[in-house]
């Protein structure tokens, strides 16, 4: 099993050399976002509440008679 086990360990590590991995910048991007929004859900969920609230509150002030 060792001997198994050390053959599999060198044979990645030659994968590795002859393949790098490859960052897609697309991907990496979407990837922080969801760490951000995993990170922080309740500011952002109040900041588009809070955006709401104030659109609601404009409307309501337009609407009102003078």
Do not use: C, W
Not at 3 to 20: D, G, H, I, S, W
Not at 29 to 54: C, M
């Amino acid at each position: 099993m060792k001997l198994k086990r050390q053959k599999q360990e060198a044979y990645n590590r030659f994968v590795k050399e002859m393949n790098p991995v490859k960052v897609s910048p697309r991907k990496n991007g979407e990837l922080l976002t969801n760490i951000a929004r995993i990170k922080h859900p309740v500011r952002q969920r109040k900041d588009k509440y809070d955006d709401f609230l104030s659109e609601l509150k404009l409307e309501h002030l337009r609407q009102e008679p003078m």
